[in-house]
């Protein structure tokens, strides 16, 4: 549970640290469960991508339906021109999700433990609702960036409810992509919602052609077993991995359930 302190900070800054709030049995728990599900996942012939720039492009029917599957997301620089991998298979793996939540015994496990729908209840989310959880690797030198961007975009709700809850299962760091954020940014307007198309695949919906503002952003360097809570309308990034260390991380987001989902949303989950 957070402090008055951490939940005036969130509410001032647009997101709150919390430090030693995974403990390592945990970590390596959910680490050890990753490596097993990509030995067993067998690539299929064709490949899906997570691109620095996937919001602007990711309209794949497998990233389209796997709001309520287990499914592997590869790292561009992973496959070549040819569709040849370019790093062994565990190493090749940009994301898991978005389902894990729901359908992993282990994932389940932890997450019911860590109770995060209780910080949603204290952040003013009156009926918490598991929405989409990743794991996240940021692969030595390989991992790719993610550009400047609200969460909220991805998962609208009306009125706006989502909150990100990202866990570091390794040290973060300027060097292999730490978090990055515009402090006080949840002030900023949602630019916009990324959404499906009524002629098929996914579209923007520009809600505020405004640009983001030109702040410096600050950089979230957090040790293994540190939670960084997001609001839902924070801009943030993380840079490229350039180091030989990764930067492993779980993901799950919140929305409120008394809130409207939209049918349009790009995830689409029976949970």
């Keep these: 549970m957070l402090s008055l302190n951490q939940i005036n900070a969130f509410n001032k800054d647009g997101y709150v640290v919390v430090e030693d709030f995974i403990n390592q049995e945990q970590r390596e728990l959910l680490m050890k469960r990753a490596e097993k599900l990509i030995d067993d996942f067998q ?12 919001q602007e492009r990711t309209s794949d029917e497998y990233f389209l339906s796997s709001g309520d599957q287990i499914r592997f997301f590869f790292e561009e620089k992973a496959i070549d021109d040819n569709g040849n991998f370019t790093v062994p298979k565990q190493k090749s793996i ?3 999700g978005h389902a894990q939540h729901e359908l992993d015994p282990v994932y389940k496990k932890v997450i019911n433990e860590l ?15 598991k929405l989409q959880s990743m794991h996240i690797f ?47 940014g949840h002030s900023i307007p949602l630019k916009k919602r990324f959404k ?16 983001f503002p030109d ?48 049918r349009d949303n790009w995830l689409q989950s029976e949970f």
């Design 115 to 129: 109770n995060l729908p209780e910080i949603g209840l204290q952040l003013g989310i009156k009926k918490p609702r």
């Design 138 to 184: 940021k692969q030595p030198s390989i991992g790719g960036e993610v550009g400047l961007h609200q969460d909220s975009t991805f998962l609208y709700t009306s009125p706006m409810s989502c909150i990100g809850f990202w866990v570091a299962l390794e040290d973060a760091n300027k060097e292999n992509g730490c978090l990055q954020a515009i402090t006080g």
């Design 215 to 262: 702040n410096e952003l600050d950089m979230l360097e957090v040790k293994a077993g540190t939670l960084i809570i997001l609001h839902g309308q924070l801009p943030h990034y993380s840079a490229a991995n350039t180091s030989e260390r990764s930067r492993q991380a779980f993901s799950l987001h919140l929305v409120d359930q008394d809130c409207h989902y939209a």
């Design 43 to 54: 690539p299929p012939s064709s490949h899906s991508v997570f691109t620095t720039d996937e």
């Design 94 to 96: 940009n994301k898991i």
């Design 196 to 211: 499906l198309s009524s002629g098929g695949g996914t579209e923007f919906e520009i809600l505020d052609d405004s640009p």
